[in-house]
């Protein structure tokens, strides 16, 4: 089929590139001229494993192709798929200006007698898909289409297998034409499809990634019980996670979530059920617990340093978590930002999140020094935080890093370290509810 994505970032651009991978023939739109130019030049501008060969195979079968031009996407495709930013407004609200304009975008551009399935892929409050068809329609009194909304589950750092395998496909839909295209859209991938209405679908993607976070929180919370009582969170999150009923996945305990999706989806699913009148207190608490996890780590950098002014700090990971470059939101960057407040003197490795970092002001490089590879940032450092799990950090050489560093002490921010180990090789090791991890 002849498919539309307006918005080349992730979502627009992974999925883009997977719907061509099966082969539909996908046309990404981008309103960045900058985006635009280097994907037709070839260069990717995320990184994502496994992405760089799909999008360059595809492009190379003419089955993917790059554009400013909303016309030229909407004109060429049956199903037009709208993946553009949705960010948090002060108050936690979503701010739907993007889509809304979009929505007026795609009303200037179609055209009488040809029929288009309009299909929201970005995460929005649940109602939006109304506001779609109404702005649409106010725009565009001829105008032959249906809304459908069809929400993204990928993971960043494993976004390409996750589309092309996917747990589930939610299509919310009103119309049978439409819910037909759309299956035969998803028909390739062989996954499961729920069709739903609309309002469902919406919500399924904030409720999703609200009950994620608060697993996450569940057992950051437990963590913090751990340490007060000399338990292992480790073992606890195993001995919960057999239980099929909850399963092991998301109870890594470590120093929080972040990232492009949950804080933010988080603070709107709380800002849409106060609108609805049926405040979600539960998720405050999970807001409430998830930056008290730093705020408890930082404190055991200080227990263990006493001052941190003029302290020499390495940080491992600046990445919201490993195999991205991406940092938006990233707890690692906050925590450095947070050390590098206190006085203290960081010099941070990261294997793919340093530039973007800089590129973004997230962090300042006259403030953190950047260093090339992780033994080079432990020179010297009276301690080394590992933020972000990146599988590299487990295979460096850890008699190195302890003849490098000036006091062999680490706190391990993600438990990606075997406490056993780290005390063999000499390390005093504090990790986050763990045994010995105080
Ligand atoms: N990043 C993720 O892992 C992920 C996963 C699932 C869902 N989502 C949701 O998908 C949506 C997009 O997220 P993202 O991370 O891909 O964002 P992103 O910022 O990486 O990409 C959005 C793209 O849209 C483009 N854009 C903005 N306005 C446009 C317009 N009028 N016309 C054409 N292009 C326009 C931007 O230039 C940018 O390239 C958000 O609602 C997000 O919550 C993101
Ligand atoms: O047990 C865990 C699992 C994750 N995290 C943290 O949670 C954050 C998010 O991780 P993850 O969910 O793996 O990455 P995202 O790419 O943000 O993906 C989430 O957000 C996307 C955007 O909405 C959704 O599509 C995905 O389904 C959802 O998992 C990161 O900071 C992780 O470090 C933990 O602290 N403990």
């Known amino acids: 089929m002849d498919l539309c994505i307006i918005g080349s970032g992730y979502v627009g651009l992974v999925s883009g590139a997977c719907f061509a991978e099966v082969g539909h023939h996908v046309v990404c739109v981008d309103n960045d001229q900058r985006k635009v130019d280097a994907l037709q030049a070839g260069k990717i501008p995320i990184y994502e494993p496994g992405l760089e060969d799909l999008v360059h195979r595809n492009v190379a079968a003419k089955r993917l192709r790059f554009t400013n031009s909303i016309q030229d996407g909407v004109d060429s495709s049956q199903v037009v798929f709208i993946a553009v930013p949705t960010p948090p407004q002060v108050d936690g609200s979503v701010d739907l200006t993007y889509i809304e304009r979009v929505a007026r975008e795609i009303a200037g551009v179609l055209k009488p007698g040809e029929y288009r399935v309009v299909v929201d892929k970005s995460t929005v409050p649940v109602k939006t898909g109304e506001k779609v068809a109404d702005t ?7 105008a032959e289409f249906d809304v459908v909304s069809n929400p993204e589950f990928l993971r960043e750092g494993c976004a390409v297998p996750d589309l092309m395998n996917p747990d589930r496909v939610v299509i919310g839909s009103a119309s049978q034409k439409a819910t037909d295209l759309m299956k ?8 499961p499809i729920l069709v739903t209405d609309v309002n469902s679908a919406e919500l399924i993607k904030h409720a999703a990634n609200s009950f994620l976070s608060l697993k996450i929180s569940y057992i ?25 009923r909850i399963g092991r996945n998301f109870l890594n305990a470590g120093l929080g979530y972040g990232g492009s999706c949950f804080p933010k989806d988080v603070k709107a699913f709380i800002a849409i059920s106060k609108q609805l009148g049926t405040p979600f207190k539960l998720l405050e608490e999970v807001e ?7 705020n408890r780590f930082i404190d055991k950098v200080r227990n263990a340093l006493w001052v941190l002014k003029d302290k020499q700090i390495a ?17 690692a960057i906050e925590l450095v930002n947070k050390l590098v407040a206190e006085g203290a003197h960081v010099t941070a490795y990261d294997p793919k999140g340093a530039e973007k970092a800089v590129e973004w002001k997230l962090i300042d490089p006259t403030k953190v020094k950047l260093a090339p590879t992780p ?33 062999p002490l680490v706190f391990d921010g993600r438990n990606l370290f075997d406490p056993e180990t780290m005390a063999q090789f000499g390390f005093t090791y504090h990790a986050v509810g763990r045994a010995g991890g105080k």
């Open 136 to 142: 649409i329609r106010r725009y565009n009194k001829g």
């Open 184 to 191: 035969q859209v998803y028909e390739p991938f062989r996954a």
């Open 220 to 244: 950051n919370a437990v963590a913090a019980i751990c340490e007060a009582s000399g338990a292992d969170v480790e073992m606890v999150a195993d001995g919960i996670g057999m239980d099929k």
């Open 288 to 294: 409430r617990i998830n930056a008290a996890q730093l």
């Open 315 to 331: 940080v491992w990971g600046l990445t919201f978590k490993p195999d991205t470059d991406d940092v938006r939101n990233s707890v």
């Open 375 to 407: 033994l080079d940032a432990v020179k010297d450092a009276e301690a080394l935080i590992l933020a972000t799990e990146w599988k590299e950090f487990s295979n460096v050489d850890f008699a190195e890093v302890k003849q490098s560093m000036h006091t």
